[in-house]
């Protein structure tokens, strides 16, 4: 990046790419990060003089063995910042702070209702927020912005477009609801998508290039990562589906599974997927045979979406992917004699941490993008 054009741009972007480079690698020296980020030593050395000066960087000591004079090597401060990421679901409020490396140092998960209103869930929001944020490791914790996942049609200003899961949320513009206890710049996504995030910068899915998050709940979603990017269309909306018949009536099976077996003792759909889940891993023949029926459903209502889009990987996310290769393998054969050239399947490694984790990795992004368009960075 030592092109010519405007100079300040220019420091801008190193800046931000010597940061993108310091949050993967942690440790580095002048003449590593002068390699990685295309810029000639000088600059290097400009850099990180900058980022000691504004305690983003910290100079470690040289190893007391070493020949000669060694190279000066420095170490991110993640604890220099932090973000906050929230999930707003139908069940549950659940609030990640995580450092600068995007590692959590507090959480917080709030129980609520689907049928609550959205005065009571925004104000189970805020109590989760602040309780997450008063939990003693999260002491010395200075949030810089906030990531929000929600379920909805979310648009690109961040304001629900459609949400038929959370009453009384269409409409609401989430980042001006929260901004009396949500720190810093508050930023706001479809939870798929934000899943979806998670998966691909920091799960099963990084390195990858092209990748579909596919959610295995109570509704089907999906989330698109190409290109390297997280793709969430023209309007926001990509990756929302509406379930073919074949899909419902296999969750409706596992449904009848459950009442069939549990009762009155499953009281939410949620509860009954998780019976069925923990029946078919204890060996319950028909629990197998719903769930495997469910995942060929899956395949069925994905295979469109991978034939069109060719990715190298699908993930499995959602609360029904706990099922692991009891789910996985199924649909994965499906889905391989519906496509020509059919992807990798895996289960998430974040599980119901995701969109939380994916929020928290939006609030990153933000800031890494205020690096570069900032003004104040120093000359």
């Known amino acids: 990046m030592d092109r010519g054009g405007d100079p300040s741009l220019l420091r801008r972007l190193n800046t931000a790419a010597a940061l993108r480079v310091l949050r993967e690698r942690n440790e580095v020296t002048v003449p590593e990060l002068a390699g990685l980020i295309g810029v000639s030593r000088p600059t290097a050395q400009d850099l990180t003089a900058q980022l000691l000066r504004e305690g983003r960087l910290v100079?470690?000591?040289?190893?007391?063995?070493?020949?000669?004079?060694?190279?000066?090597?420095?170490?991110?401060?993640?604890?220099?910042?932090?973000?906050?990421?929230?999930?707003?679901?139908?069940?549950?409020?659940?609030?990640?702070?995580?450092?600068?490396?995007?590692?959590?140092?507090?959480?917080?998960?709030?129980?609520?209702?689907?049928a609550m209103t959205a005065r009571r869930r925004l104000k189970a929001v805020r109590g989760a927020i602040d309780a997450c944020l008063a939990r003693p490791e999260a002491a010395g914790v200075r949030p810089l912005a906030t990531g929000i996942g929600t379920s909805g049609m979310v648009d690109l200003a961040g304001r629900v477009v459609r949400s038929t899961?959370?009453?009384?949320?269409?409409?609401?513009?989430?980042?001006?609801?929260?901004?009396?206890?949500?720190?810093?710049?508050?930023?706001?996504?479809?939870?798929i998508q934000?899943?979806?995030?998670?998966?691909?910068?920091?799960?099963?899915?990084?390195?990858?290039?092209?990748?579909?998050?596919l959610y295995v709940g109570n509704r089907p979603g999906i989330g698109l990562w190409l290109h390297g990017r997280l793709h969430r269309g023209h309007?926001?909306?990509?990756?929302?589906?509406?379930?073919?018949?074949?899909?419902?009536?296999?969750?409706?099976?596992?449904?009848?599974?459950?009442a069939g077996h549990q009762g009155a003792e499953l009281p939410t759909r949620n509860s009954a997927a998780r019976a069925v889940v923990e029946a078919a891993a204890a060996g319950d023949g028909g629990a197998r045979y719903a769930l495997r029926a469910f995942a060929e459903s899956l395949a069925e209502c994905l295979a469109p979406h991978v034939a069109a889009l060719d990715p190298e990987l699908v993930v499995l996310g959602g609360g029904i992917s706990r099922a692991g290769a009891l789910l996985s393998e199924p649909f994965a054969a499906e889905l391989a004699g519906?496509?020509?050239?059919?992807?990798?399947?895996?289960?998430?490694?974040?599980?119901?941490?995701s969109t939380a984790i994916g929020a928290a990795?939006?609030?990153l992004e933000h800031i890494d993008h205020a690096v570069q368009k900032s003004p104040t960075t120093q000359d």
């Not at 899943?195 to 920091?202: N, R, Y």
């Not at 309007?235 to 099976?253: I, T």
């Not at 496509?339 to 941490?353: F, Q």
């Open 59 to 114: 100079e470690l000591q040289a190893s007391s063995g070493a020949v000669g004079r060694p190279a000066r090597r420095f170490r991110f401060r993640a604890e220099a910042g932090h973000v906050v990421g929230v999930d707003i679901g139908a069940h549950k409020v659940l609030v990640h702070a995580v450092d600068l490396l995007g590692r959590t140092v507090a959480a917080q998960r709030v129980v609520v209702t689907p």
């Open 165 to 191: 899961a959370l009453p009384g949320w269409t409409g609401l513009d989430l980042g001006h609801e929260l901004a009396d206890c949500a720190p810093g710049p508050v930023l706001v996504g479809n939870d």
């Open 194 to 213: 934000l899943a979806t995030l998670a998966e691909c910068a920091g799960g099963v899915a990084v390195g990858v290039r092209d990748a579909i998050y």
């Open 235 to 258: 309007g926001g909306a990509a990756g929302e589906l509406l379930p073919p018949d074949g899909w419902s009536a296999a969750y409706r099976r596992l449904l009848d599974w459950a």
């Open 338 to 353: 519906r496509c020509p050239n059919a992807p990798s399947v895996r289960n998430s490694a974040l599980g119901e941490e």
């Open 361 to 363: 990795r939006l609030a």
